[in-house]
């Protein structure tokens, strides 16, 4: 199968090409290899490997890249929270009007099968439980609240503490920042893509991805990666609000599989128009978790807990991915310990530049 990865020079896509090779498959990579990504010096391509170095808006180059293409694999996008909301034009353009120059231009080629690079933040906070009312959505958390150390939402009922669980697949939807919007934008114009041509999409709604290649020192980095960072100059990671905040860390290597999964199942065919899968480990642990054992298995220092907070992060979001795993027979295959092991000493995006 023949299969363009957009973003495939990036930390999730280089991930993807390498795991298409393995499984026999021929990729193609198109990316702007944009210095907030990549910083000066983007990584060399796969051997063998075909790369077009163009912006996904670009009509033109994106129908070039399209052509004897069997199906694509959607991981170009402009992540994480950014740094104010002057960043919203960006986040759209690079998202949304490249995913609707994409999707155009694979309708002209009758392409008929794509996978695109969700997100967990387009449900927003998880799922949650209320002793008196049953399960229930939370909204946003007040600023005074966060300011006084108040962290966990309460009922929006009765206001009492709640118990967080799984979130599935088929619960409301609900983005609370830019970034979380363009996501399940993305969503809907792939799956208007594959109603109007009658073709398939599968959206991996990826939930706290680290690893290996993870771009270091930019705000568009997951908290993961700045953890890393810190620990690397000899500082302790800077744990935001109390550190219990519930997370699904998974490795990337486990995502690419997932992404590979999905490409085969479409390119069968027999499918619905478009599905959602959550893709994360099932084992969930708290950010403040996820930095003692990173700084443990990098030998320190110790992680500080702040009490700082980011408007627009949820308190806790985890996965149900019960339906990726019966529908497409996947599994993680690095456990939490593995991967943070592997992670301490690995490199970071543009640690390559330093050390030559």
């Given at each position: 199968m023949r299969v363009l990865v957009t973003g495939g020079a990036g930390f999730i896509g280089s991930h993807i090409v390498a795991e298409l090779l393995e499984a026999g498959h021929e990729p193609l990579v198109l990316d702007a290899l944009l210095p907030s990504a990549h910083g000066d010096r983007p990584p060399a391509p796969h051997p063998g490997v075909p790369r077009l170095t163009a912006d996904v808006r670009d009509p033109e180059a994106v129908t070039a890249a399209l052509r004897g293409v069997d199906a694509v694999c959607h991981q170009a996008a402009m992540v994480g929270l950014g740094k104010d909301f002057a960043d919203a034009p960006d986040y759209v353009g690079c998202n949304d009007l490249g995913t609707a120059v994409l999707l155009a231009a694979a309708a002209r080629a009758g392409v008929k099968a794509l996978v695109l690079a969700g997100s967990m933040?387009?449900?927003?906070?998880g799922r949650y439980t209320c002793p008196a009312h049953g399960t229930v959505r939370p909204g946003p958390r007040a600023v005074a609240d966060l300011d006084a150390g108040r962290f966990e939402p309460g009922c929006p009922d009765c206001g009492e503490p709640l118990t967080p669980g799984l979130v599935g697949e088929d619960a409301p939807t609900d983005p609370r920042n830019v970034y979380a919007t363009t996501k399940l934008a993305q969503e809907h114009l792939a799956a208007a893509w594959a109603r109007s041509t009658g073709s398939a999409a599968?959206?991996?709604r990826y939930h706290n991805v680290y690893g290996p290649g993870m771009p270091r020192d930019t705000p568009y980095a997951g908290v993961a990666s700045f953890f890393r960072s810190s620990l690397a100059n000899g500082r302790p990671p800077q744990v935001y609000e109390d550190g219990r905040q519930r997370r699904d860390f998974v490795h990337v290597r486990d995502v690419a599989h997932a992404?590979?999964?999905?490409?085969?199942?479409?390119?069968?065919?027999?499918?619905?128009p478009f599905t959602a899968y959550n893709t994360g480990s099932g084992d969930p642990h708290t950010i403040g978790e996820m930095a003692t054992e990173l700084a443990r298995a990098h030998g320190g220092p110790d992680p500080v807990t702040t009490a700082a907070y980011r408007l627009g992060d949820v308190r806790h979001i985890t996965a149900d991915s019960t339906r990726l795993r019966t529908d497409l027979g996947w599994h993680p295959r690095i456990t939490f310990t593995e991967g943070m092991k592997e992670f301490a000493g690995a490199r970071l995006r543009g640690d390559?530049?330093?050390t030559g």
């Open positions: 933040v387009v449900y927003g906070e599968v959206s991996l992404n590979v999964l999905a490409l085969s199942a479409l390119h069968a065919g027999g499918g619905a390559a530049e330093r």
